[in-house]
């Protein structure tokens, strides 16, 4: 990876001498950047208070987009009454039918981000899902609800590279956790309101099989709630629109068009593949590490619910808000703690410390994960439910903040895209199914749901205790590869 006029042969033997002479004068590679002051060149940081502003934009858009994207948690049963389906199909709905487009469709997309306007990318993005989101009312058949998930999947994969990019913008590095873990709040607020918002109207529909809506006619009772959480995204969507482009900030290639203004250069796919190929294994630590925790928290999320109905014999609006108040605030104050501790070991000096935060977090989750769903009390399985929740969500801010820190920005995009590719494919479209087809092949028990909780959530946080740890050393190399690339492409 070259920047305009270098010779690509050479690029490799001017970061080594460069690394040798920092050897040679007795110093240590410098931080990237941490302190909240602008690098040379740059225009200053914008205001606190609207950056933060931005960041509750965000925050509203990522909640609806777990809303959408999480609300079939809570209609198990009635979906699959209503369609006549299995565990394993109703695991598709809620994970693979939207993970696979909203995967693909994440890779062009994070290549748009890093060059054109990101906050319209966001805008349209939302726009997409909350109509498809809708659609999901009005489907017949299995079939038909399943292209609309895909539908979900598209818009919604818009949002999260672009809304790293923009924050890491908005902020100085040594803020980026902080500020992604309080974006990454949508995750989990999102998902519990889905549950309570969820919860409450399965309760209101209690007993009807369908229901009459002006336009669209006759529907079954469960997908009125595909409109009450769909249509109002359309209103954020607009809002969204409204948010100012940041400037890009640290290395970016850019050249003159006809009208004689500057205009941000793509980087080369090759430079990208190049760049990410020399930090792999820390890519893959990080990333598969980070997907393994997503895999674990989106398929007990999936599926607590219809164990608290199958296992404790609770209705389905109670499990949904009881679960849903316990994921925002045990949710969402793991994920503010995670990002605020990656910063906080940052400024410790440890420059692993983001990679660090998904190790602690994925330890302190195992020992409630591998008892709640054996014991007979229901609010005692509650009771630990919640400290599951709470540190099973520390990867959110950290894992986004460490791909920040160790790519150049106009790779950060594609970088995110990536992450996300993987994150979501590992994580969404396989955790639900996991535990389904235990329960289905294994089991071959409804009522085992309970045991493939246990063990399958168990032994993924065990994996990706492993894999995280494989990763540390290698994290900290890769700031440092990072440091050395910028020196050697900044050079006039």
Not at 250 to 260: E, I, L, M, P, S
Request: with cysteine.
């Amino acid at each position: 990876m070259t920047g305009p006029g270098r010779d690509d042969d050479n690029i490799n033997d001017e970061i080594g001498h460069i690394a040798d002479d920092m050897i040679e004068a007795g110093t240590q590679t410098p931080a990237i950047h941490d302190d909240t002051s602008p690098a040379a060149g740059e225009p200053p940081y914008p205001s606190r208070l609207y950056a933060w502003y931005v960041v509750g934009v965000l925050v509203l858009a990522y909640t609806f987009s777990f809303i959408d994207r999480q609300i079939l948690s809570l209609l198990v049963v009635p979906i699959r009454r209503d369609l006549e389906i299995s565990d394993t199909e109703m695991s598709l709905l809620i994970g693979f039918a939207f993970a696979l487009f909203y995967t693909i469709c994440g890779l062009p997309i994070g290549r748009a981000v890093d060059v054109k306007h990101r906050i319209r990318i966001i805008s349209i993005g939302i726009a997409f899902w909350s109509v498809m989101t809708a659609l999901c009312g009005v489907a017949k058949t299995y079939w038909q609800l399943f292209l609309f998930r895909m539908g979900v999947g598209v818009g919604e994969a818009a949002l999260s590279p672009a809304a790293y990019s923009i924050l890491s913008d908005y902020f100085p590095p040594n803020q980026r956790g902080a500020a992604l873990g309080v974006y990454g709040m949508g995750v989990y607020i999102g998902a519990g309101l889905a549950l309570v918002i969820g919860g409450v109207v399965v309760k209101a529909v209690s007993g009807v099989e369908h229901t009459v809506l002006p336009i669209v006619g006759e529907v079954y009772a469960w997908q009125v709630v595909f409109f009450v959480v769909g249509l109002p995204g359309l209103l954020v969507a607009l809002w969204a629109l409204t948010l100012k482009e940041p400037v890009r900030r640290g290395h970016t290639r850019k050249t003159v068009d006809a009208n004689g203004r500057e205009v941000l250069e793509s980087v080369p796919v090759k430079d990208v593949v190049d760049y990410m190929r020399a930090n792999s294994l820390t890519l893959f630590s990080h990333h598969v590490g980070y997907a393994l925790c997503a895999m674990m928290a989106y398929g007990v999320s999936a599926w607590i619910p219809t164990f608290l109905i199958r296992t404790h014999g609770w209705e389905a609006g109670d499990a949904g808000i009881y679960y849903g108040i316990i994921v925002v605030i045990f949710g969402t104050a793991g994920v503010v703690t995670g990002g605020w501790m990656a910063d906080k070991l940052t400024e410790m000096g440890y420059r692993d410390g983001k990679l660090r935060v998904l190790l602690y977090g994925a330890l302190a989750c195992i020992p409630f994960t591998a008892v709640y769903p054996f014991l007979d009390n229901a609010w005692v399985a509650m009771a630990l439910i919640a400290p599951s929740t709470f540190f099973a969500t520390f990867c959110t801010g950290a894992g986004p903040a460490g791909v920040q820190e160790i790519m150049p920005n106009q790779m950060r995009g594609q970088a995110s895209a990536f992450m996300i590719f993987v994150v979501t494919i590992i994580g969404l479209g396989l955790g639900p199914t996991a535990i389904a087809v235990v329960t289905d092949a294994v089991f071959a028990d409804d009522n085992m749901l309970y045991a493939s909780l246990g063990i399958v959530a168990t032994a993924i946080l065990v994996i990706a205790v492993v894999v995280i740890w494989v990763g540390l050393d290698a994290y900290k190399a890769s700031r440092d590869y990072l440091d050395e690339w910028v020196a050697v492409h900044e050079k006039p």
